[in-house]
């Protein structure tokens, strides 16, 4: 098969800094679809995988998976884009497209395992895929997403992953009018749950361990705040929530929240990938029907879905833009909560 060698960005060990590099990406089959990288969001995965903190890097890694741009190529068979529309790739560059899962637009739980715009395997170089930090991509039309052109470019990118995260659990549980949304933990997934959850108008408030989120999560479209840590203000959110998306991504204790459910409510893990420590205490749950359930990102319909909501009610992350040779730095960053709330790099810097 046809290559041609691009610029990028990755990691060639889980202890050296992300560097310039070059990688191949194939010439477009019938069904591609080649993107001019414009932006790419980070995410707190592509640290993880670039640091080998769960243990499945195959190096060179190559991260990003927030990536908008404009088409620069398409094949032959290619019925959905052309040339210079502004289009997106998120998490998934292809899946099986055959077993139950996928039948029904949940690629993201297909059975057979999805292929990860990073980390995956291409069948077609027979080799591990590379995400966007990177010049260009090239992608299924299948897997490629159509953005609305009155949004900020780069503001959407995090959407394509910390959006859809928390989207995906807000139209499962039916968010909406009528429903009380709350959400732990502001930060990525966090302000994105809030201003969605706003949107879809349901009534939404943050689970803060501080007072120093409130006027934050108030501009963001949160009605009232609860800090977590003060027992009296928890005891009279007993039984309230329909829905609590939790965002932190570390342990913590879930059995306080679990309180704050309503009859049939349920709380939903978003960030935290780990043993429970403490354990939950089921009486809560049984004697209420209450539910502690998980969610992952959306399939390629229903992030479709989201963009077309945020293009429609002009939503986008709260971002820091950043040069691709700053990334190290935002790394650092990322690990101390210091960014309101997503980093974004400008691919230019990379081209120039």
Same mark, same amino acid.
């Given at each position: 098969?046809?290559?041609?060698?691009?610029?990028?960005?990755?990691?060639?060990?889980?202890?050296? %800094?992300?560097?310039?590099?070059?990688?191949?990406? +194939?010439?477009?089959? =019938?069904?591609?679809?080649? !993107? %001019?990288?414009?932006?790419?969001?980070?995410?707190?995965?592509?640290?993880?995988?670039?640091?080998?903190?769960?243990?499945?890097?195959?190096? =060179? #890694?190559? /991260?990003?998976?927030?990536?908008?741009?404009? #088409?620069?190529?398409?094949?032959?068979?290619?019925?959905?884009?052309? @040339?210079?529309?502004?289009?997106?790739?998120?998490?998934?560059?292809?899946?099986? +497209?055959?077993?139950?899962?996928?039948?029904?637009?949940? @690629?993201?739980?297909?059975?057979?395992?999805?292929?990860?715009?990073?980390?995956?395997? %291409?069948?077609?170089?027979?080799?591990?895929?590379?995400?966007?930090?990177?010049?260009?991509?090239?992608?299924?039309?299948?897997?490629?997403?159509?953005? /609305?052109?009155?949004?900020?470019?780069?503001?959407?990118?995090?959407?394509?992953?910390?959006?859809?995260?928390?989207?995906? /659990?807000?139209?499962?549980?039916?968010?909406?009018?009528?429903?009380?949304?709350?959400? #732990?933990?502001?930060?990525?997934?966090?302000?994105?749950?809030?201003?969605?959850?706003?949107?879809?108008?349901?009534?939404?408030?943050?689970?803060?361990?501080?007072?120093?989120?409130?006027?934050?999560?108030?501009?963001?479209?949160?009605?009232?705040?609860? *800090?977590?840590?003060?027992?009296?203000?928890?005891?009279?959110?007993?039984?309230?929530?329909?829905? !609590?998306?939790?965002?932190?991504?570390?342990?913590?204790?879930?059995?306080?929240?679990?309180?704050t459910l309503s009859t049939n409510g349920t709380?939903?893990?978003?960030?935290?990938?780990?043993?429970?420590?403490?354990?939950?205490?089921?009486?809560?749950?049984?004697?209420?029907?209450?539910?502690?359930?998980?969610?992952?990102?959306?399939?390629?319909?229903?992030?479709?879905?989201?963009?077309?909501?945020?293009?429609?009610?002009? *939503?986008?992350?709260?971002?820091?833009?950043?040069?691709?040779?700053?990334?190290?730095?935002?790394?650092?960053?990322?690990?101390?909560?210091?960014?309101?709330?997503?980093?974004?790099?400008?691919?230019?810097s990379l081209k120039n």
């Amino acid at each position: 098969m046809n290559t041609k060698s691009i610029k990028a960005y990755g990691a060639e060990s889980s202890d050296a %800094d992300l560097k310039q590099m070059q990688i191949d990406r +194939r010439t477009v089959l =019938p069904k591609d679809v080649e !993107i %001019d990288i414009l932006f790419c969001g980070v995410c707190h995965s592509d640290l993880h995988f670039a640091r080998n903190d769960w243990g499945m890097t195959e190096f =060179p #890694v190559v /991260p990003g998976h927030e990536i908008v741009g404009r #088409v620069s190529n398409i094949g032959s068979e290619v019925s959905k884009y052309k @040339e210079g529309d502004l289009v997106a790739v998120g998490c998934l560059v292809d899946s099986c +497209r055959t077993c139950n899962n996928c039948q029904a637009d949940l @690629e993201q739980y297909c059975t057979n395992g999805w292929v990860g715009t990073y980390g995956g395997y %291409d069948k077609h170089l027979d080799t591990n895929t590379h995400g966007g930090y990177s010049e260009t991509i090239v992608v299924d039309e299948d897997f490629v997403l159509r953005v /609305p052109e009155n949004l900020d470019k780069a503001g959407i990118a995090p959407v394509l992953c910390a959006g859809i995260t928390t989207w995906s /659990p807000l139209r499962h549980w039916k968010a909406g009018k009528n429903t009380k949304v709350a959400v #732990v933990g502001l930060g990525g997934l966090g302000h994105m749950a809030i201003k969605l959850a706003h949107a879809l108008g349901s009534h939404v408030t943050l689970f803060s361990r501080s007072t120093n989120k409130i006027d934050d999560a108030k501009q963001l479209g949160a009605d009232e705040v609860v *800090i977590s840590t003060d027992e009296s203000a928890m005891e009279a959110a007993a039984g309230r929530f329909d829905l !609590i998306l939790d965002t932190v991504p570390y342990a913590h204790d879930f059995n306080p929240y679990i309180n704050t459910l309503s009859t049939n409510g349920t709380l939903v893990v978003l960030g935290y990938l780990g043993p429970l420590d403490p354990a939950l205490i089921t009486v809560p749950m049984i004697m209420g029907r209450k539910a502690v359930a998980g969610s992952l990102i959306g399939g390629i319909a229903e992030t479709q879905e989201l963009l077309d909501f945020c293009g429609k009610h002009n *939503i986008v992350s709260d971002i820091e833009v950043i040069k691709m040779q700053d990334i190290n730095t935002a790394y650092e960053r990322m690990l101390k909560s210091d960014v309101k709330y997503r980093f974004v790099i400008d691919m230019k810097s990379l081209k120039n």
